[in-house]
């Protein structure tokens, strides 16, 4: 799931416009918060790590911390050893909800639902949002975020990866064969890369936002395939 996200947020980072909304000048590091040090936080933050971006705030339940954030690994292993991430050396300690609105490029929730609200969606300074949780965003967050132009990486996308590659894991007994990491990896990277080119496409066509264009995609679909039935009927 981790792995799908990062995936995602480098192809919405190849995009010109959200390049200079986001960082101010082509090339500079994406500066990114991540909510939750979990599964999917944990390998996010690390995985974006690897790939250039630069952590800047992560947390736990107990509360988070924000920083140069060198190895998300250390981290990992200093709440293992302590019980929570607060306190890891080199950082500031300051609680979740502080993290949301902290001063970042990208957000990413990637623990709980309904973290951002009507009360804090428009304290948030971050220019990219990616649901990596399920539903974190309310519908009246939502429409804040929309109206302040922070594009926001809908979770329906975002943290589609694992049940892709879980996809993968059965066609795989289906047809009795045994992937490499290297395949399933690159398999993933193509199909995350497919989905988000048309989701944007859909965005830019009907000039919507990243979730209503995810939305449009799926009842086609949804059409697409009670036609063809239909039809075999």
Known sequence: ????????????????????????????????????????????????????????????????????????????????????????????????????????????????????????????????????ANGPTTPEADEILNKKGILVVPDILANSGGVTVS?????QNLEGQRWTEEKVNRELEMKMREAFERVWETKEKFQVDLRTAAYILAVEKIASAGKEEKFKG
């Not at 911390?65 to 050396?89: H, L, N, Q, R």
């Open 167 to 171: 996809f993968f894991e059965w066609l």
């Open 1 to 132: 799931t981790g792995r799908g996200g990062v995936s995602v947020l480098q192809h919405v980072a190849t995009q010109s416009k959200v390049q200079n909304h986001a960082c101010g000048q082509a090339g500079s590091k994406f500066k990114v918060a991540v909510q939750g040090i979990g599964n999917v936080g944990y390998w996010f933050a690390k995985i974006a790590q690897e790939a250039g971006f630069e952590i800047v705030a992560i947390s736990d339940s107990k509360g988070a911390i924000m920083g140069k954030i060198e190895d998300v690994k250390a981290v990992k292993e200093y709440k293992e050893k302590t019980g929570s991430v607060v306190g890891f050396p080199g950082t500031k300690s300051i609680t979740n909800q502080e993290l949301l609105t902290a001063d970042c490029d990208v957000l990413v929730p990637a623990a709980l639902e309904n973290v951002i609200t009507a009360e804090n969606a428009d304290k948030i300074k971050a220019k990219i949002i990616v649901e990596m």
